[in-house]
């Protein structure tokens, strides 16, 4: 018999196995982030006491939540199991009257959320590559100060259009991370970390294409040599050329997907890169 549970901190091996069996990138620290953003929204399929599949929610205000981590184990296939877990992670969210839930959809997925509800919203790329040879920080990038937070809490509102404030401290916490301002103004922010397969660029955010090449070049340059990931909102065309420029091509094409009242789509011009699939 198939039952789900919460996930708490003593699943993460699970989660991890899962992983790896999908030849996915996170590490623990991806599923600690995850714990620590939604303690009642994580969850863990097993059938007959057996664990075999998770999935994620991340709750921003009453306006966005995101699902990810849809996992099942290779074992347990084509028994209904991923729909059941995010039907649990739906109804989850509609109980927090969360307006918008998304995802980022693969070609496999998309007609079974399409018959879940969701809609189109638009497409995210996943962009790999080597970290470029000879990258540098750039002199205008800094360190994230704690009187930039709120600054760069108003960029990302507007880049995204909910408040995931609590994400990105976390994430200044776990790698490189930077700034460009003048004055008292943000122009954008960055945050990188380490992953299974590769590193990963993002969340990157900038009110331009020349704020943005100095924050991830100086991330890149806090990376270690090796791949390197980076998920491109394609509606950003100086997003995805400057991707290009530094040597990237797209591996991986995804739907961003919608179930809700509301959008919610924020201001795509400011999005760089995404905070990764599971996150948005």
Request: hydrophobic share 45%; net charge neutral; charged share 25%.
């Amino acid at each position: 018999m198939l039952t789900l549970r919460t996930m708490t901190a003593a699943d993460v091996p699970i989660g991890l196995e899962l992983c790896r069996l999908a030849g996915w990138n996170q590490l623990e620290p991806d599923w600690r982030r995850l714990l620590a953003l939604a303690p009642d929204g994580l969850f863990i399929a097993e059938e007959d006491g057996r664990p075999c599949g998770s999935g994620s929610t991340t709750v921003y205000g009453d306006r966005t939540a995101w699902i990810g981590m849809i996992l099942v184990h290779p074992a347990f296939r084509n028994r209904g199991i991923g729909t059941a877990i995010m039907n649990k992670c739906i109804e989850h969210l509609q109980s927090k009257a969360v307006q918008s839930i998304k995802l980022d959809a693969t070609d496999l997925g998309r007609p079974v959320y399409l018959k879940l509800g969701f809609l189109d919203e638009r497409p995210i790329h996943r962009y790999a590559g080597k970290r470029p040879r000879g990258v540098a920080a750039r002199r205008e990038a800094c360190a994230i100060a704690a009187g930039d937070w709120p600054a760069i809490a108003a960029i990302d509102r507007a880049a995204f259009d909910a408040d995931r404030l609590e994400l990105l401290k976390i994430l200044g916490g776990e790698g490189p991370a930077a700034v460009v301002s003048e004055g008292s103004r943000v122009r954008g922010y960055g945050f990188a970390r380490r992953g299974y397969n590769a590193s990963f660029v993002g969340p990157l955010v900038a009110a331009d294409a020349e704020a943005a090449r100095a924050i991830v070049e100086t991330l890149l340059a806090g990376l270690p040599d090796g791949d390197v990931f980076w998920d491109v909102l394609t509606d950003n065309t100086a997003g995805k050329e400057l991707a290009e420029s530094l040597g990237f091509t797209a591996a991986r094409r995804l739907i961003r997907m919608y179930l809700g009242s509301h959008v919610h789509p924020g201001d795509v011009k400011l999005v760089y890169g995404a905070a990764g699939f599971e996150l948005g």
